[in-house]
């Protein structure tokens, strides 16, 4: 028998050998394919990253000079002492005088006390007046100077010039502490008659008027009490 010589052996390689190129070209284009596909994300992520720099840059800036962000808002103003009326006493009714007069009181803010004030009935034209705040003994009496004033030459006060106000501003204010009792100490010219309002049967409760002869003589509680104001700064 004649025998055909490789026929179907060269059809089948041929066909092995279109596959194996058809095999190489798919790997090919597929390896083309993924690699492009990476190289497209690298450049998204580069760029990505680019663009987030530039907006943290770009916020910097806008928050201040130098991207330094928003500056501090500004410290508080600071705190003015402000003065305000204390202790005080209304009282009213009659006159009271001698070489010494003590009213004590409580403070009712702490702070600085700065001034206060008592209410001349009558006094010679050309008076001089001690004005001083005192601390207190166990007893309640005057015991202590704190802070004094003197106002000088006082015009007469009658009864046709009207009740006069005496106002001691302290150059050296008293510190006071809310609650403890102080007194209010008022020395008039010696042998020189001065009244002050005050009032009788102890009109304001939280303190006591004492008197005294002299500058040195001891205090002598009365049933009285002095017309008087004080201001505390704070």
Not at 26 to 49: I, W
Not at 64 to 85: E, L, R, Y
Not at 131 to 136: D, R
Request: aromatic fraction near 6%.
């Amino acid at each position: 028998m004649e025998r055909i010589p490789h026929a179907m052996d060269t059809n089948r390689f041929d066909f092995l050998s279109r596959s194996l190129r058809d095999a190489r070209s798919r790997r090919g284009a597929l390896t083309s394919v993924l690699g492009g596909t990476l190289g497209l994300l690298g450049l998204a992520e580069t760029d990505a990253k680019k663009k987030k720099g530039k907006g943290k840059k770009g916020k910097g800036k806008k928050g201040g000079k130098g991207g330094k962000g928003t500056p501090p808002p500004p410290p508080p103003p600071p705190v003015v002492p402000v003065a305000t009326a204390d202790a005080a006493c209304a009282a009213t009714g009659i006159g009271t005088s001698n070489a010494r007069l003590a009213q004590t009181f409580r403070a009712l803010r702490s702070g600085q006390l700065t001034s206060a004030s008592v209410f001349l009935t009558s006094n010679i034209d050309g008076a001089d007046f001690d004005l001083e705040i005192w601390s207190v003994n166990e007893a309640n009496a005057p015991s202590t100077i704190l802070a004094g004033a003197t106002i000088a030459d006082v015009p007469e006060t009658t009864n046709e010039t009207g009740t006069r106000t005496l106002t001691g501003t302290f150059p050296t204010p008293a510190t006071v502490v809310a609650g403890l009792r102080y007194a209010l100490v008022i020395t008039g010219p010696p042998n020189q008659g001065y009244y002050l309002v005050s009032g009788l049967n102890n009109p304001c409760p939280d303190g006591t008027l004492f008197g005294a002869p002299s500058a040195n003589a001891p205090f002598v509680a009365s049933t009285s009490d002095l017309r008087f104001e004080t201001v505390v700064t704070a």
